[in-house]
Every structure is written in C-alpha cells, then in structure tokens.
C-alpha cells in the first residue's frame, strides 16, 4: 500500500450535492472524479442520471461517464475493473483521487470487491426471467419480499435487475443474499476516505423535488421518449424513465408522472441511506459545504498519512 495515496470517496442520497461536492474538492486538490453511478456511464441517459453539466465535466476530467453505449454490457463487475484502472492512472499524477455516487454495489465494489456469488444455474435465470415478463414488477416484488425479506427492506425495489439477482442467488443457494455480501474485504493499494452527506428530510425532499422539475424543464419527457426502444434495458428499470413509459403507455398523466417520480426518487433516497448507514466507516457531514468539510478533512487526511 501507498499511504500517501488517497481516494476520497463521496456517497449519499440522490439530490444531496455529491457532485457539487466532488467538484469542489477535485478542484482544491487538483485531481480528477471516479463516477460512481451505474447509469451516467451511458452516453444516451444524460437528463434523467443528473450528470455534471457539460461545463463541468470539460473543467474536471470525470471517469465512468459517457463512457459506454446502452448497448453495451456493464455491471458492478466491469466497473470494479474500470475504476481501479482509472484510480491507478489518476494516482500517476496526484496524490487524491476523487470517487463520487449513490449506486452502492458500485461504491462497495471499488472499495472492498465483490462477493464471491456462486454461479447461477441458467434454468433457474431462465425460469425467474419468464416469470418476470410473464408477470411484472409486482409480482417480482412480493417474492422477494417472502423469500430474502432483509435485502428487500434496503433494496431499490423498482430495479428488477437487482431483485432477480437476489432471487436468483435464494433459488440456489437458500440464502440471502445478504449472506455474501459478508466477506472479508479486498485490500487496495491505497487509503480510502469515505465521505456521507446527509440532509434533513424536509430539505432533501425539497431537493429532490426541484431537482424533478429542473429536469423535465430541461426535456426528460422527451429524452425518455427518444429511449423508447431500449425500455427493458436494465438501466432504464429505473426511476425518471419507467414512470414515463407509463405515461407513454397511458397509465400516468403528465402530471402525475411528475408526482410519480417525486415519491419514487424520495423513496429511492431512503433506501439509499438504509445502505450506507450500514458502514460504520463512514464519515457523515451536515450537507455539501465545501467551507466546513475542508479543514476538517485535511485533518483526517493527515490521521490516514500518520
């Protein structure tokens, strides 16, 4: 290990000011971003994931945005790969490197690794995947909460990727899979530093609120509506898109599309903090303020380095 080498981790919920505050401190320490986010790497998802502004990410370079086609195939798997390559090449030229996002499985992959799952027999992929499109969200809810309750009570339970994995994981092993998530974490070759911004919930859900209404100001609808073709895509399993494709479907009106995709992101917030709540390592600050979490920061900084 480098113990002069630092990655500065950044988590939180959906709306918090992660970016605000990765930006802020890329720039102090003059260094580059990691993205986090399990969307933002694709070049199509561009209102709808929130990514930095185009102003922003030509004064910072940013890793792991647009850097893939919906085409293509990423999980938590590549991104591991990815984003200690990306750490690696940031380290060449600086002592800090700055890794920013909400995607948990993302997070705990660059900082711990990834469990060892045993592998999945095809026909139990097979039958759970038949049985999803043969019976929606829904139903794909309901047995993940009656087979592996505990991972449903902090899962993204509008993400059937996530909730097939977890099923799939319960059909063969008859464990949760909670249970391999347990392992001894892989070292890195560095120190990390994670930071939590948390908000009061009635700040946060304001956030969140006009965060909603910025976007669809900015053309969400008709983002969405361009990604029409791709709406079984895993990324777009998500919220922001799937409410829309509901609209489009004639279920929503616009407005309550909108509504829609309020309460869903609060919701997914939540679920957000229910998983980095339970990392004890995890230095929690009082909102983005870049003024306050400095000084206190280049102390801990200094903690690692003593």
């Not at 053309?219 to 709406?231: K, V």
């Not at 777009?236 to 309550?256: H, N, P």
Request: glycine fraction near 4%.
């Amino acid at each position: 290990m480098n113990p002069s080498k630092i990655a500065i981790v950044i988590v939180g919920p959906t709306a918090s000011g992660k970016t605000a505050l990765a930006l802020s401190l890329a720039r102090h320490f003059q260094t580059s971003i990691i993205s986090a986010d399990s969307r933002q790497c694709y070049r199509e998802l561009n209102i709808g994931t929130a990514k930095p502004s185009a102003a922003e990410l030509a004064e910072i370079k940013h890793y792991f945005i647009n850097s893939h086609s919906i085409q293509e195939t990423v999980n938590a798997a590549v991104f591991e790969k990815l984003a200690l390559e990306y750490a690696a090449e940031i380290f060449q030229q600086a002592q800090v490197a700055i890794v920013c996002g909400g995607t948990g499985l993302y997070v705990k992959a660059f900082c711990e690794g990834l469990d060892q799952i045993p592998p999945i027999p095809a026909e139990v992929r097979e039958k759970l995947r038949s049985a999803y499109a043969a019976q929606g969200l829904a139903w794909l809810q309901e047995e993940v909460q009656r087979k592996d309750p505990d991972f449903y009570r902090q899962a993204d339970i509008r993400n059937p990727h996530r909730l097939l994995r977890a099923l799939e994981v319960w059909e063969t092993t008859g464990r949760s899979i909670l249970h391999f998530q347990q392992q001894l974490p892989h070292p890195r070759p560095f120190r990390i530093l994670t930071i939590g911004i948390q908000l009061p919930r009635h700040i946060l859900h304001q956030r969140i609120a006009a965060r909603v209404e910025q976007m669809v100001a900015a053309g969400l609808f008709e983002e969405a509506a361009a990604l029409w073709p791709f709406r079984f895509h895993p990324a777009l399993q998500t919220v922001g898109y799937q409410e829309i494709f509901a609209w489009m479907d004639g279920k929503y009106s616009r407005e309550e599309a909108i509504r829609q995709i309020i309460f869903h992101t609060r919701q997914y917030a939540r679920r957000q903090l229910t998983w980095f709540r339970r990392d004890a390592r995890i230095w929690w600050i009082e909102g983005p303020d870049e003024a306050k979490v400095l000084p206190l920061l280049e102390q801990k900084i200094s903690d690692l380095e003593t």
